[in-house]
């Protein structure tokens, strides 16, 4: 696949082919005076499979870089050598005073050392494809990361060997026959504790903690350009000989595209990720493509009145760092995509219970799972990688409500107690009794400044709201946190492998959110049907009109259709029109993925979809999938939805691989004609575009009924063949629009019911024409 982007496009230059970072340790610094985080992140890397492969064939050195010419060229030259005041970057060695990092226990290492705030020079143009990733033995590997906005400072290998205690892992029986080379000997180390067994991750967290904070053995080559930061070790020229622990230190920039510095509601500094397009390439050096899943954990510094919140697995506490400053750590032990890390520092107020009254009650008359059916599923094996997984855990298995905290700005706390603080164990326990597991072992929930963009962002263990869901009632906050919540399963534990497959998360999302609420407030089956068909129709209005004001190429769910999940050789993709500022204001991609699954519930029914979701999210918690993985699942598991003439390809064709509204929306038009039906008066003209932008002539028999009881109610002369169509061709359904066009007096709608009647009375069910001929005579 060639890497071909236009402006609205976003690279993803990483090379993760090649080599994957495991995990990352972030050490950083808050400067609220200056709009700038600063510090430090190493790299745990571990080379791709076949790059490995690769190796063992003897193929020679492998060149990986899409910005190739950039070392071939003169000007260039000066990019690679020392950074001035790199002393200044130097790192404390060892970690002697660091204990084992378990559930609930706090981070309190130091601060490393400051360093210096010189700037490199760039001056790298992008690539338009991958015909420069080509096998030259000559020519030393690169590794690419997603970078932009970015002030790196230095680039240096990390000697492993000089943590106390990895001499465990160096008298390991692999590592017995190693090269007696200090570098393939610090490889291997890393080796050995990346892929530490899952039950071991509270001492693989501590030594990969200990090697961020080891001496550097040497400083790496590095250039920045506009989307990247690539490194290179002069002579290296394979991945697995590349350093496999790296630290970079740089600065983030007050005009970095992933942060917002800005106050919140009580005019207090904060600043937190706001889900820019770009991700978190202006927050720290990452691989972004999805398929780079690591683990992390990080340690942030801001002045004693702020609160550091973060993706993280623990509910960190502060501990004193400095006079005045408080350190916060956080850490995560299931692999996540780098895209998916979020921090929000600001003076938030934890909002709390005044009473310790007891958590919601689960719902089971609305979505039964037994507890039983619960564990029962979950003995399966995990099909993820591996990791300390909650569906493994059977006291996370019967968690229907996780632990969860609130935080706001302090002028909004009072409001938060009175709407949002109840709603949580309600939804959590609505999401329970439908999906199961929770993924994740705790949440916090934010209400984020005035200038966030959406309504809402989920994050690993982390939910942004706007302030807006907040006044009016309890009903958009409501809906809004069960479709945040939702993405804990669709969006965060089961992720898209291509990114421009946005349905596979919003559609979900916005899915599950109406089945969510009308559990969380315990309505009956009967209410809760005509409440989601209510926000059905709603939905289609707005589908409607985002049609007919959006670009066609905007409409797409899979942009890349056969393409679709395919990279370069190097690994490097582009997010088509993932910079497209109109996008982001656009609901399509929820609003089509929407409905086509509100289509396979009701052709499915909604107990067998639902119970087929739930093995669903079994099956594939913790991996990346395409939109093929779900449809063939869905169609294995419920194998009569193909008697609807549903198949993979089918589902492109009409669904993801176009523009515009599917054809196919028959329950969706019924019920906006039903809703026009209510109106007293609809002009002629009104009911002719309808009919013209909906096709209503080549829609099933459901559709052409509601529109000839238009025709008819309205005295549309210009649809009155169609009424006569309709009564000739089909004639058990016909029978009601004779009273219509009989009870209306008239003359030219009942000379039409006359004459239709005589023309079918022959070949007319006995029954029917007898109930006919006494509306009409």
Same mark, same amino acid.
């Given at each position: 696949?060639?890497?071909?982007?236009?402006?609205?496009?976003?690279?993803?230059?990483?090379?993760?082919?090649?080599?994957?970072?495991?995990?990352?340790?972030?050490?950083?610094?808050?400067?609220?005076?200056?709009?700038?985080?600063?510090?430090?992140?190493?790299?745990?890397?571990?080379?791709?499979?076949?790059?490995?492969?690769?190796?063992?064939?003897?193929?020679?050195?492998?060149?990986?870089?899409?910005?190739?010419?950039?070392?071939?060229?003169?000007?260039?030259?000066?990019?690679?050598?020392?950074?001035?005041?790199?002393?200044?970057?130097?790192?404390?060695?060892?970690?002697?005073?660091?204990?084992?990092?378990?559930?609930?226990?706090?981070?309190?290492?130091?601060?490393?050392?400051?360093?210096?705030? /010189?700037?490199?020079?760039?001056?790298?143009?992008?690539?338009?494809?991958?015909?420069?990733?080509?096998?030259?033995?000559?020519?030393?590997?690169?590794?690419?990361?997603?970078?932009?906005?970015?002030?790196?400072?230095?680039?240096?290998?990390?000697?492993?060997?000089?943590?106390?205690?990895?001499? !465990?892992?160096?008298?390991? /029986?692999?590592?017995?026959?190693?090269?007696?080379?200090?570098?393939?000997?610090?490889?291997?180390?890393?080796?050995?504790?990346? /892929?530490?067994?899952?039950?071991?991750?509270?001492?693989?967290?501590?030594?990969?903690?200990?090697?961020?904070? &080891?001496?550097?053995?040497?400083?790496?080559?590095?250039?920045?350009?506009?989307?990247?930061?690539?490194?290179?070790?002069?002579?290296?020229?394979?991945? !697995?000989?590349?350093?496999?622990?790296?630290?970079?230190?740089?600065?983030?920039?007050?005009?970095?595209?992933?942060?917002?510095?800005?106050?919140?509601?009580?005019?207090?500094?904060?600043?937190?990720?706001?889900?820019?397009?770009?991700?978190?390439?202006?927050?720290?050096?990452?691989?972004?493509?999805?398929?780079?899943?690591?683990?992390?954990? &990080?340690?942030?510094?801001?002045?004693?009145?702020?609160?550091?919140?973060?993706?993280?697995?623990?509910?960190?506490?502060?501990?004193?760092?400095?006079?005045?400053?408080?350190?916060? =750590?956080?850490?995560?032990?299931?692999?996540?995509?780098?895209?998916?890390?979020?921090?929000?520092?600001?003076?938030?107020?934890?909002?709390?219970?005044?009473?310790?009254?007891?958590?919601?009650?689960?719902?089971?008359?609305?979505?039964?799972?037994?507890?039983?059916?619960?564990?029962?599923?979950?003995?399966?094996?995990?099909?993820?990688?591996?990791?300390?997984?909650?569906?493994?855990?059977?006291?996370?298995?019967?968690?229907?409500?996780?632990?969860?905290?609130?935080?706001?700005?302090?002028?909004?706390?009072?409001?938060?107690?009175?709407?949002?603080?109840?709603?949580?164990?309600?939804?959590?326990? &609505?999401?329970?009794?439908?999906?199961?597991?929770?993924?994740?072992?705790?949440?916090?929930?934010?209400?984020?400044?005035?200038?966030?963009?959406?309504?809402?962002?989920?994050?690993?263990?982390?939910?942004?709201?706007?302030?807006?869901?907040?006044?009016?009632?309890?009903?958009?906050?409501?809906?809004?946190?069960?479709?945040?919540?939702?993405?804990?399963?669709?969006?965060?534990?089961?992720?898209?492998?291509?990114?421009?497959?946005?349905?596979?998360?919003?559609?979900?999302?916005?899915?599950?959110?109406?089945?969510?609420?009308?559990?969380?407030?315990?309505?009956?089956?009967?209410?809760?049907?005509?409440?989601?068909?209510?926000?059905?129709?709603?939905?289609?209005?707005?589908?409607?009109?985002?049609?007919?004001? =959006?670009?066609?190429?905007?409409?797409?769910?899979?942009?890349?259709?056969?393409?679709?999940?395919?990279?370069?050789?190097?690994?490097? =993709?582009?997010?088509?029109?993932?910079?497209?500022?109109?996008?982001?204001?656009?609901?399509?991609?929820?609003?089509?993925?929407?409905?086509?699954?509100?289509?396979?519930?009701?052709?499915?029914?909604?107990?067998?979809?639902?119970?087929?979701?739930?093995?669903?999210?079994?099956?594939?918690?913790?991996?990346?999938?395409?939109?093929?993985?779900?449809?063939?699942?869905?169609?294995?598991?419920?194998?009569?939805?193909?008697?609807?003439?549903?198949?993979?390809?089918?589902?492109?064709?009409?669904?993801?691989?176009?523009?515009?509204?599917?054809?196919?929306?028959?329950?969706?038009?019924?019920?906006?004609?039903?809703?026009?039906?209510?109106?007293?008066?609809?002009?002629?003209?009104?009911?002719?575009?309808?009919?013209?932008?909906?096709?209503?002539?080549?829609?099933?028999?459901?559709?052409?009924?509601?529109?000839?009881?238009?025709?008819?109610?309205?005295?549309?002369?210009?649809?009155?063949?169609?009424?006569?169509?309709?009564?000739?061709?089909?004639?058990?359904?016909?029978?009601?629009?004779?009273?219509?066009?009989?009870?209306?007096?008239?003359?030219?709608?009942?000379?039409?019911?006359?004459?239709?009647?005589?023309?079918?009375?022959?070949?007319?069910?006995? =029954?029917?024409?007898?109930?006919?001929?006494?509306?009409?005579?």
């Amino acid at each position: 696949m060639e890497l071909d982007f236009t402006q609205d496009d976003l690279p993803l230059v990483a090379n993760t082919s090649h080599i994957l970072v495991r995990h990352y340790v972030l050490d950083l610094d808050v400067d609220f005076s200056s709009h700038v985080i600063g510090g430090s992140i190493v790299l745990f890397l571990e080379p791709g499979r076949r790059c490995r492969r690769r190796s063992n064939e003897q193929v020679e050195g492998v060149h990986h870089s899409q910005l190739d010419e950039t070392f071939h060229n003169p000007l260039h030259a000066s990019c690679y050598g020392p950074v001035p005041n790199a002393r200044a970057c130097s790192t404390k060695s060892g970690c002697n005073d660091f204990p084992v990092v378990g559930k609930g226990e706090n981070d309190t290492s130091d601060k490393n050392g400051s360093h210096g705030n /010189t700037e490199q020079a760039s001056g790298i143009s992008s690539s338009k494809n991958c015909s420069d990733i080509e096998i030259h033995g000559s020519e030393d590997f690169l590794l690419v990361l997603d970078c932009c906005d970015l002030s790196v400072l230095k680039v240096e290998e990390v000697d492993v060997m000089a943590v106390p205690g990895i001499e !465990k892992f160096i008298s390991s /029986t692999k590592l017995m026959d190693a090269s007696e080379d200090p570098g393939d000997l610090r490889n291997q180390i890393v080796h050995e504790l990346v /892929t530490l067994p899952a039950d071991h991750w509270r001492e693989q967290l501590h030594y990969y903690r200990c090697c961020s904070q &080891a001496p550097a053995s040497g400083e790496l080559l590095f250039v920045t350009g506009p989307w990247s930061l690539e490194i290179k070790k002069a002579g290296v020229q394979l991945p !697995k000989d590349f350093p496999q622990a790296i630290r970079i230190f740089y600065k983030t920039k007050p005009e970095g595209r992933s942060l917002s510095w800005t106050t919140d509601q009580s005019d207090r500094s904060c600043v937190y990720t706001i889900g820019s397009p770009i991700n978190n390439r202006a927050l720290f050096p990452c691989q972004e493509p999805p398929v780079a899943m690591s683990t992390w954990q &990080a340690t942030v510094r801001a002045d004693a009145c702020f609160v550091v919140l973060m993706s993280g697995e623990n509910a960190a506490e502060p501990t004193e760092s400095e006079e005045g400053r408080y350190s916060w =750590s956080y850490y995560v032990t299931m692999p996540m995509p780098a895209s998916t890390f979020t921090v929000a520092v600001g003076c938030w107020a934890e909002v709390k219970r005044e009473t310790c009254g007891a958590d919601a009650k689960r719902n089971d008359a609305f979505f039964p799972l037994s507890s039983k059916e619960d564990v029962r599923m979950f003995k399966q094996v995990c099909g993820h990688s591996p990791y300390p997984c909650r569906y493994q855990d059977p006291v996370a298995v019967a968690q229907v409500v996780i632990p969860h905290r609130l935080f706001a700005p302090w002028c909004l706390k009072e409001s938060c107690e009175k709407v949002l603080l109840q709603l949580i164990p309600q939804c959590l326990s &609505a999401a329970y009794a439908l999906l199961g597991t929770h993924p994740f072992p705790r949440l916090d929930i934010l209400i984020v400044p005035s200038n966030f963009s959406s309504l809402g962002m989920a994050s690993p263990h982390i939910i942004f709201l706007s302030q807006s869901t907040l006044p009016g009632g309890n009903h958009l906050c409501g809906t809004r946190l069960c479709h945040e919540i939702a993405h804990t399963w669709f969006g965060l534990a089961i992720g898209a492998r291509d990114w421009t497959e946005e349905w596979l998360s919003e559609g979900f999302a916005t899915h599950l959110e109406d089945a969510f609420w009308s559990s969380a407030q315990q309505l009956p089956v009967g209410e809760a049907k005509e409440q989601q068909d209510l926000k059905a129709l709603l939905h289609w209005q707005r589908l409607r009109d985002e049609i007919q004001n =959006s670009e066609e190429d905007l409409q797409v769910l899979r942009p890349n259709k056969e393409n679709t999940g395919k990279v370069c050789e190097s690994g490097a =993709s582009v997010i088509k029109h993932g910079l497209n500022t109109g996008k982001t204001f656009l609901q399509v991609h929820y609003l089509k993925g929407y409905f086509l699954l509100r289509s396979f519930a009701g052709k499915a029914g909604e107990a067998a979809y639902f119970a087929f979701l739930r093995k669903f999210v079994q099956d594939f918690h913790g991996q990346l999938i395409l939109s093929q993985d779900f449809l063939h699942s869905l169609l294995k598991e419920i194998p009569q939805l193909t008697g609807y003439g549903l198949s993979v390809e089918n589902v492109f064709q009409e669904w993801l691989d176009c523009s515009g509204i599917p054809k196919l929306l028959p329950d969706q038009l019924v019920l906006v004609l039903e809703h026009l039906l209510k109106e007293k008066t609809l002009c002629s003209k009104m009911l002719e575009c309808l009919q013209k932008t909906y096709h209503l002539r080549e829609q099933d028999a459901e559709v052409r009924h509601r529109w000839c009881e238009l025709v008819i109610k309205h005295k549309h002369t210009t649809g009155y063949g169609d009424v006569e169509t309709f009564l000739k061709d089909d004639q058990a359904m016909g029978v009601y629009l004779y009273g219509e066009l009989m009870v209306n007096e008239d003359a030219n709608q009942q000379e039409l019911a006359y004459k239709s009647f005589a023309a079918v009375r022959g070949q007319m069910d006995v =029954s029917s024409a007898k109930i006919v001929a006494e509306m009409l005579l």
